[in-house]
């Protein structure tokens, strides 16, 4: 990304698109006025936009990981500066934004993984490049710990938690776009080494699909690359290509399919409201109608039959964030 210049904040309003294919330490409350949701209905695959209540900060470049029904939010670009040590809890049941301890550090573009008890942070950018640290919130004392580094300085990486233990796949080093794939175990601190990723690249879409990570697009360039890791075999194998190439977007895995959301073009010249579904059973990708606000630099989590997308940037680049949480409803069969 650019380093950003300037920023204008987007409040979230009440716009309904139909999807055919498919900081402060001390916590504070925003009171939500949520929307009215569709009854689901339908068959699978289809289903609705709405938007959830925005969120207390416009940011892009965040990362995103859910645990326990509460969205994290993490670092990421504020006001069109980069590496914040920003931390909002969404609250998926009480549909409620907070603020939670802030980031040890000011980071963005890291990774942002859940285990079964906490929430890590692991690489990214901060003042200086990109970092090898790991940072381990417990939601029980609202306090971050530090953990072992990465082997390696790592932004910009996929990272996907499998069997217990979160694979920190690709992204980039202080030089350039990297194929490796490291593992850390959260339960001894340490970390190995798995199968590299074939393709060198960082600002991935990825996911966990029916045991297998799914890494889709990025960069360098915008490519439509779709590569799967297998953990039986410690192997990667190609999968059908996404229809367009498409860098800083979000990936998510929901109603037994990988979806890719947003991004932008190499050239940081335009964003794309795009969504994309790919259907495991196929090897085929279907495109769904376009996102209520196009945005890139965004991370994605689901839950029940909902996908929560947060912030993200509306232009190309990082000069501008918005405070939107735009809210995917898959409707399921009466």
Partial sequence: MMRPVSVRRSIAGMTLV?????CSHHPSATPATPPSAPTPTGTPGTGSWIDGPALPTAVSEVGVALLDGRIHVLGGYVDGHPASTTHLIYDTATQRWRAAAPLPVALDHMAAVATTDAVYAIGGYDAHGATTGVYRYDPATDRWHARAPIPDARAAAAAVLLQGKIHLIGGRDGHGDVTRHDVYDPATDTWSIA?????????TAFGLLDGKIHVVGGRPGS?????VYDPTTDAWTTAAPLPAGRNSCAGVVLDGAFWVLGGEDPGETRVYPQT???DPATDHWRQGSDLPLAVQGVEAVAEGNRIYLPGGGPVAGGSR???????????TVP
């Fill in 18 to 22: 139909t999807l055919l294919a498919a």
């Fill in 195 to 203: 199968a590299a990723m074939p393709t060198a690249r960082d600002h």
């Fill in 223 to 227: 490519l439509q690359v779709h590569e």
């Fill in 276 to 278: 994309w579904r790919y």
């Fill in 321 to 331: 964030q918005t405070a939107r949480l735009q809210i995917f409803m898959v409707q």
